[in-house]
Nanobody, 121 residues
Framework: QVQLVESGGGLVQAGGSLRLSCAAS????????MGWYRQAPGEQRDLVAT?????????ADSVKGRFTISRDNAKSTITVHLQMNSLKPEDTAVYYC?????????????WGQGTQVTVSS
């Protein structure tokens, strides 16, 4: 199992920047992928960006060129960051950290508690 703690988020004007972070502890050696998803009111939860342990990033088309995902590896924690620049009102949503663990050829999804990002026009 892993424990996820999110930080960052808040209120920003359009064109501004925010940085989200998600620290994972526990069975971090089993993590194969980590990333961020978002969910606006009345909408489904959608992928924003992911990065594999091999370092390969993947972005939703709507955030390419504006958002950057990165990770920091420490001895007992892995932290994934999402740098969000040139924010737009349509980026407003609850952002969820996600990590996938692979245990005996089976994948398990872990989610953070969610953090609100609000972009005003």
């Amino acid at each position: 199992q892993v424990q996820l703690v999110e930080s960052g988020g808040g209120l920003v004007q359009a064109g501004g920047s925010l940085r989200l972070s998600c620290a994972a502890s526990g069975s971090i050696d089993s993590i194969t992928s980590m990333g961020w998803y978002r969910q606006a009111p009345g909408e489904q939860r959608d992928l924003v960006a992911t990065v594999t342990t091999g370092g390969n990033p993947n972005y939703a088309d709507s955030v390419k060129g504006r958002f950057t995902i990165s990770r920091d590896n420490a001895k007992s924690t892995i932290t994934v960051h999402l740098q969000m620049n040139s924010l737009k009102p349509e980026d407003t949503a609850v952002y969820y950290c996600n990590m996938i663990l692979r245990v005996i050829s089976r994948d398990y999804n872990y989610w953070g508690q969610g953090t609100q990002v609000t972009v005003s026009s």
